[in-house]
Nanobody, 127 residues
Framework: QVQVIESGGGLVQVGGSLRLSCAAS????????MGWFRQAPGKEREFVAA????????YYADSVKGRFTVSRDSVKNTVNLQMNTLKPEDTAVYYC????????????????????WGQGTQVTVSS
């Protein structure tokens, strides 16, 4: 069974920073791609960022490009989402997702492409 666990959410003021971490583990599981999605109250889940296992291919939503950075920590075997210059509209529950499937580029931004999901972590940006 594959487990995906997020951590690092919290309350931050506008312009502040937060770092989310995600660990995906399971017997014989190797994540080919991992993604971050978020869902604000009353809204649909939306893509935030994703990357392939090689770490060279990263993808971002236009709304976070230049402010958020996704990276892999090989030592801790985690995926991190560094969020800078946070805005009130970044407030949402953030979910980490993983898949062992070899996704094509156009699928990296689609939630249903991912097989395993974490429980989510709340990020609240106060003005």
């Amino acid at each position: 069974q594959v487990q995906v666990i997020e951590s690092g959410g919290g309350l931050v003021q506008v312009g502040g920073s937060l770092r989310l971490s995600c660990a995906a583990s399971g017997r014989a599981f190797t994540a080919y791609a991992m993604g971050w999605f978020r869902q604000a109250p009353g809204k649909e889940r939306e893509f935030v960022a994703a990357f392939r296992r090689n770490g060279a291919d990263t993808y971002y939503a236009d709304s976070v490009k230049g402010r958020f950075t996704v990276s892999r920590d090989s030592v801790k075997n985690t995926v991190n989402l560094q969020m800078n210059t946070l805005k009130p509209e970044d407030t949402a529950v953030y979910y980490c997702a993983a898949t062992s499937s070899r996704l094509i580029t156009s699928s990296m931004r689609i939630a249903r492409s991912y097989d395993y999901w974490g429980q989510g972590t709340q990020v609240t940006v106060s003005s």
